[in-house]
């Protein structure tokens, strides 16, 4: 069984970063293609970005030039470099993964990891 599982979340300041892990156990990340969500009190969860098999990123526009996604099948580990942090980024980071392809679409993720908190003060 797939097992996500994400940690490097925290409280930092505006205009921080902070790194985060998204650690796969029980499959071979290079089957998956990977992405980060987020849910923010009180709203919906919303995209933030993907990584492909093949390396291709795409990031939702709020967070263009701020967010890097980047993945290491050698490790089964997937990253996300988040630089210029703003309050409204503030949410619960969750990591999905999608057999063979990504998708912005968050119903198409086979499996989720619990996430892990981003505050981000003012």
């Known amino acids: 069984q797939v097992q996500l599982e994400e940690s490097g979340g925290g409280l930092v300041q505006n205009g921080g970063s902070l790194r985060l892990s998204c650690q796969m156990s029980g499959g071979l990340l290079s089957s998956f293609g990977m992405a980060w969500f987020r849910q923010a009190p009180g709203k919906e969860r919303e995209f933030v970005t993907a990584i492909s098999r093949s390396d291709i990123t795409s990031l939702a526009d709020s967070v263009k030039g701020r967010f890097t996604i980047y993945r290491s099948n050698r490790d089964n580990v997937v990253g996300l470099q988040m630089n210029s942090l703003k309050p409204e980024d503030t949410a619960v980071y969750h990591c999905?993964?999608?057999?063979?392809?990504?998708?912005?679409?968050?119903?198409?993720?086979?499996?989720w990891g619990q996430g892990t908190q981003v505050t981000v003060s003012s």
């Open positions: 999905a993964a999608r057999i063979w392809h990504v998708s912005l679409d968050e119903s198409q993720y086979n499996y």
